[in-house]
């Protein structure tokens, strides 16, 4: 009996597993803006007998430790339990964590809470962009992640209004409830998870041939059965590729030092690399310390402060939103390209304006260019760069790595982010409006990177990757046709083509007489 999921199937399944999978990234988004709102709270800070700015930043960063190791930790547990599942655990390990924090009154059993927390964040960052992009049809999965993107700024955006409003409630309610607030998104898991199906590609990996076929058949919708043409060939698609790459007869050695299937270390340094980029881009310098930037940098009120940074974070999600109608439409490479080169102009900008302030300018006016600015950063960011290196790591990476492409991805995310919020307030201190000329660098760096080295992934299934990669294509792919052009190469449509002819010249000499034989006949085949 084939088993019912949350919206039946074809487009409204993949409506609730994009909604499951974009509840992770509120959570995310909400973990990341509140933290910074919550350390400028005056009895926070007398709880925690005013902690400098260095063990503030410690406080704040020690989260994305927790992360990296939490990501990490998908390697090894997140094809044995599933997409749906570890998403599961790593709700779980937040609430835990939430509950640590607001329970919180030394800076010890905060740092505890923060790196719990971060685990269970650094789970589910690793596995729900893999699920979508896993369950998705080729023309909707960008835009399937890049709503992933925009569902992250809403709880960035969420944290920031919330923390507003309690910001006047009394002692200690005004920053323990917003730590306890995280719960509510375990809650809102709780309720799809266990209802949604896994990845038809890990269930074909793992050799639940029947599954599979009941979760491509759910996905393609529009009446199609186990038996259908159409269902037979995705499957046999994919199980052709995962036979070509069999990558799991080979070692972790023998992969990271070049000897395995062509291009896996390569799309592995590719994806991990894209997800570095946008953290180095500066973003989290303003997502986690954004009021503690306009009081401390641009001497601006706390509750002026805080009321900009929750506009600030609205402004964030509509152009997050508005980067929907642009991926899949200009491509990974353009979008990345042009957000990158808008956000380095910003920072060109606001460190100008912090200059000229610093030396006798006019503080107001330089202030309102400043403060201009990290809105235009924010949309600038929030058009591309946010999104692409999310999106990225789960398209580029082999079939059989996906997982443990994704794990090292994220992992990397958490790294680039722990240096970045760490060096975040000893900067400011320290360097001033120098400080902000590092991130134009960097930003503007994205630029050629791209351009050389990034091959387009848009208007491509998951398997024509794959089958670019095995082609063994030059470092520099600027000049390869394939590797650039937004269109759908010929080579590949015809290839699946060639499948789903040999699919129905199949089923025309023989109908399989039960469901359980016709695996064991496309087994064979492939």
């Known amino acids: 009996m084939p088993r019912k999921y949350i919206g039946g199937s074809g487009e409204r399944l993949t409506v609730w597993i994009s909604i499951a999978a974009s509840t992770v990234l509120i959570f995310y988004g909400y973990d990341q803006g509140v933290f910074g709102n919550v350390i400028i709270n005056e009895n926070f800070l007398e709880t925690f007998d005013y902690p400098s700015a260095n063990m503030q930043g410690v406080m704040t960063s020690i989260y994305n430790i927790g992360c990296f190791i939490g990501a990490m930790s ?72 890049i709503i992933q993107m925009a569902n992250c700024i809403t709880g960035f955006s969420i944290s920031n209004w919330l923390t507003l409003g309690f910001s006047f409630a009394p002692r200690d309610v005004a920053w323990r409830f917003p730590l306890a607030f995280q719960i509510f998104f375990t809650l809102c898991i709780y309720a799809l998870c266990p209802f949604l199906p896994d990845s038809p590609r890990l269930l074909i990996r793992k050799g639940k041939y029947e599954e599979a076929y009941e979760v491509l058949a759910a996905l393609e919708g529009h009446g199609a059965t186990l038996d259908s043409p159409s269902v037979h060939a995705q499957f046999n698609i994919i199980k052709e590729i995962l036979d070509r790459e069999h990558i799991s007869t080979y070692t972790w050695g023998q992969l990271l030092t070049g000897r395995g299937p062509s291009g896996v270390l390569r799309r592995m340094i590719l994806g991990a690399w894209m997800q570095a980029m946008n953290q180095i881009s500066g973003i989290n310098v303003t997502s986690y310390y954004m009021s503690y930037i306009f009081i401390n ?65 006019d503080e107001y006016k330089l202030g309102i260019v400043a403060v201009s600015f990290f809105f235009i950063f924010f949309a600038s960011f929030g058009m591309g760069v946010l999104g692409v290196p999310w999106l990225y790591p789960t398209e580029i990476n082999a079939l059989e790595m996906r997982t443990k492409g994704a794990s090292l991805a994220m992992s990397t995310n958490w790294i680039m982010n722990y240096m970045v919020v760490q060096v975040t307030l000893p900067g400011i201190n320290n360097l001033g409006w120098r400080f902000w000329i590092i991130w134009a660098v960097i930003c503007f760096a994205f630029i050629p990177i791209t351009y050389f080295f990034y091959p387009e992934t848009a208007n491509r299934t998951l398997e024509d990757i794959d089958r670019f990669f095995e082609s063994k294509p030059d470092i ?44 064991v006949e496309t087994k064979e085949t492939v």
């Open 476 to 519: 520099f792919i600027h000049r390869n046709k394939v590797a650039i052009q937004l269109e759908r190469p010929a080579e590949y449509i015809e290839a699946d083509e060639r499948i789903v002819r040999a699919e129905i010249h199949i089923g025309e000499k023989k109908r399989p007489e039960s469901i359980s034989s016709d695996h």
């Open 297 to 361: 940098a641009l001497n601006i009120s706390e509750l002026l402060s805080r009321i900009l940074a929750a506009a600030g974070s609205v402004d964030y999600l509509i152009f997050a939103c508005l980067a929907y109608f642009v991926i899949e439409r200009f491509g990974r490479r353009k979008v990345m390209m042009c957000s990158a080169a808008a956000c380095s102009t910003c920072w060109i900008v606001i460190s100008i304006a912090l200059g000229l302030s610093a030396n006798g300018g």
């Open 74 to 145: 998908t390697i090894w547990t997140g094809d044995p339990l599933g997409r749906p599942r570890q998403i599961l655990l790593g709700s779980t390990v937040i609430a835990i964590g939430a509950i640590i924090q607001t329970a919180s009154s030394t800076v010890a059993q905060m740092m505890v809470g923060r790196i719990v927390a971060g685990l269970g964040t650094g789970m589910n960052t690793a596995t729900a962009g893999v699920w979508q992009a896993e369950t998705s049809k080729m023309r909707s999965r960008g835009k399937l992640v």
